[in-house]
């Protein structure tokens, strides 16, 4: 079982940045990938980007070049720094934590993006 609170979502005005962070109950080295995923109203849940437990990154096509994924193992925590937003990184993050066998979820943060 992993624990995962997110936090750091909020309103921004379009070219401006946020930063998530994902807290996870356990070390996050014994995790097989990290990852942030978003949900916009009315769409599906999508991968936004991925770390693997030996540090290769992952990211979604719309995001590369302005969402950065890093972590702190100490402090067992995952973050999305998020530069350049733009109205339509408006959704639901949800920080991700997959095992082998299991998936766990956090609670989700919001992100708006005002034009």
């Known amino acids: 079982q992993v624990q995962l609170v997110e936090s750091g979502g909020g309103l921004v005005q379009a070219g401006g940045s946020l930063r998530l962070s994902c807290v996870a109950s356990?070390?996050?080295?014994?995790?097989?990938?990290m990852g942030w995923y978003r949900q916009a109203p009315g769409k599906q849940r999508e991968l936004v980007a991925t770390?693997?437990?030996?540090?290769?990154?992952n990211y979604a096509d719309s995001v590369k070049g302005r969402f950065t994924i890093f972590r702190d193992i100490g402090k067992n925590t995952v973050y999305l720094q998020m530069n350049s937003l733009k109205p339509e990184d408006t959704a639901v993050y949800y920080c991700?934590?997959?095992?082998?066998?299991?998936?766990?979820w956090g609670q989700g943060t919001q992100v708006t993006v005002s034009s």
């Open positions: 356990r070390s996050i080295l014994s995790i097989y990938a």
């Open positions: 991700n934590a997959r095992e082998l066998a299991a998936n766990f």
């Open positions: 770390i693997q437990s030996g540090a290769s990154t």
